[in-house]
C-alpha cells in the first residue's frame, strides 16, 4: 500500500501546504480521502491525476475538506471521465446536492453515485474500511485500513480514536497546533502524546498544521514525545510512504 499526503495543511493557508487530502493507493486501486482546496492540482503534481480518482472518501464537510470536489468533478467532466463515486458521513447526499444546485451548470455532467456511510465496516473503491465517529464540531469519521494505515480526520485527541487506530503501521493524525494555543476540535501536540501513550504504531505522521505550527516542529514533536515513546514525524505535501 502507497499513502500519498496531497495536502498536509488546514483552513489558514500556510503558503506550502494545501487544505486536506490523502491518497491511498494498492493493487492498481486508488482511494482519494477528502479533496480541499489545492488537491487537484497536487493531484497533477503527483503524477496520479484526477483521471485515476473515480472514487472520494470524505472524513467530514468542513470547507477545507471539500473545497476541490466540484472542480474534481469538472475537470473529470471534461476530459471525459464521466463517473466519480463519492462516499462520507451522512449529509453527504445534501452536500453533493447542494452543491450542483449552486453550480447548476454541473448537473447531469457526470454519473455520480453518492454513498452515506457510519462508524463500522464498509468497503469503498476496492478497500475495505472501517469507521470511527471522531470528536470534532462538525460530524467526521477516521477511517483505518487494515493493520496498515488509520487517518484520524479532524479531531481532539481522545483513547477511543488512539485505540481505533492502535496496530497501525501508519497513523495520519490531526495535529493543528502548537500547545500554547487554546484550541478545543483539534488536538494539541501534548494532548495527542498523552493519548497515544499506550497504543502500539509503526509511525505517526502530524498533519492538518496550520501557520501557527510554522518554525515550531522541533518543539511540537517533543511535545508528543514526551508522552508517546515512538516514532514522529511531520507530514509533507507530497510525501509517499510505502506500507508492508
Ligand atoms: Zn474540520
Ligand atoms: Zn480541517
Not at 482511494?31 to 480518482?53: F, K, M, N, P, T
Request: charged share 25%; aromatic share 8%; with cysteine.
Amino acid at each position: 500500500m502507497r499513502v500519498t499526503f496531497l495536502g498536509t495543511g488546514s483552513a489558514m493557508p500556510t503558503g506550502e501546504r494545501f487544505q486536506t487530502g490523502v491518497l491511498v493507493q494498492e493493487d492498481g486501486r486508488t482511494l482519494l480521502i477528502d479533496c480541499g482546496s489545492g488537491v487537484l492540482h497536487r493531484l497533477q503534481q503527483s503524477g496520479v491525476g484526477y483521471e485515476a480518482v473515480s472514487t472520494v472518501l470524505l472524513t467530514h464537510h468542513h470547507l477545507d475538506h471539500v473545497s476541490d470536489l466540484l472542480p474534481l468533478m469538472k475537470a473529470r467532466w471534461l476530459a471525459g471521465e464521466d463517473h466519480l463515486e463519492i462516499v462520507g458521513p451522512r449529509g453527504t447526499k445534501g452536500l453533493v446536492d447542494g452543491l450542483l444546485e449552486v453550480h447548476e451548470y454541473m448537473q447531469g455532467k457526470l454519473e455520480l453515485q453518492v454513498r452515506e456511510v457510519v462508524a463500522g465496516e464498509f468497503s469503498v473503491g476496492g478497500f475495505d474500511v472501517e469507521a470511527y465517529e471522531t470528536r470534532h464540531s462538525l460530524r467526521c469519521l477516521a477511517y483505518r485500513f487494515g493493520d496498515r494505515f488509520t487517518f484520524s480526520g479532524d479531531s481532539e485527541a481522545f483513547a477511543g480514536l488512539a485505540n481505533f487506530a492502535d496496530g497501525s503501521a501508519i497513523l495520519l493524525h490531526d495535529c493543528s497546533f502548537p500547545d500554547d494555543v487554546d484550541v478545543s476540535n483539534h488536538p494539541t501536540p501534548s494532548q495527542l502524546g498523552a493519548e497515544l501513550a499506550d497504543v502500539e504504531l509503526g509511525r505517526v505522521y502530524l498533519t492538518h498544521l496550520y501557520p501557527h505550527t510554522d518554525g515550531r516542529h522541533a518543539e511540537m514533536r517533543d511535545s508528543v514525545t514526551a508522552h508517546y515513546d515512538g516514532d514522529v514525524r511531520f507530514a509533507e505535501d507530497l510525501q509517499t510512504v510505502s506500507i508492508e
